[in-house]
């Protein structure tokens, strides 16, 4: 099998050439199955530079992370059309059973200001244990009332280190377009 390689115009320079020079050189071990020794991969000079990137592959991998919709802080959520938030939320509680892990209920809802008795309480209530989150979070607006906001839910699952599932819920909130970023927060990408 021919290999076919390619000139970078400005090698790398600095503790970072090593590196780049290795993988570059294992990924094309890996593809054109052929065999590298460590030390043609010891000096990032004489290793053979593969692939090709254009000043705007180079240019586009600068940029902000924010440009692909990576998770960057993003401002709070409010509803789309000026509804009733808490009503908004509420349509949400059974996306919210199957996005959080059931390991981590009990905690969210002592975060968000259940106590033991009324997270026991509202899983009594409950028909079946899917449904026990659902009467947890309603617990929950009943006792905040007004002030119960899909914000704090959001900011008691970052707390709990439950990430994927914050992000999960806010996509499902504002892909409905029940929901969207506050705009004017510092910082934040609006979406």
């Not at 599932?165 to 705009?183: H, N, P, Q, R």
């Amino acid at each position: 099998m021919d290999k076919v390689l390619f000139w970078r115009p400005h090698p790398s320079r600095g503790p970072e050439a090593l590196d780049n020079a290795r993988n570059d050189t294992l990924v094309n071990r890996d593809c054109l199955s052929s065999p590298v020794s460590d030390q043609e991969v010891e000096d990032p000079e004489q290793v053979e530079p593969t692939g090709v990137q254009s000043s705007g592959e180079a240019d586009h991998l600068l940029e902000p992370a924010a440009a692909e919709g990576s998770r960057v802080r993003r401002g709070p959520l409010v509803p789309a059309d000026g509804e009733d938030p808490t009503e908004c939320l509420r349509q949400f509680f059974d996306d919210f059973s199957t996005i959080v892990p059931y390991d981590a209920w009990d905690k969210l809802m002592r975060k968000m200001g259940l106590t033991q008795n009324e997270i026991l309480q509202s899983r009594d209530r409950a028909q079946n244990t899917g449904d026990a989150l659902y009467e947890m979070l309603e617990t929950w607006v009943r006792c905040k009332g007004r002030e119960a906001s899909v914000n704090d839910l959001l900011d008691a699952l970052a707390a709990l280190g439950q990430r994927h599932a914050k992000e999960k819920i806010e996509d499902t909130l504002v892909g409905s377009g029940k929901f969207v970023f506050k705009e004017g927060e510092a910082g934040a990408a609006v979406s």
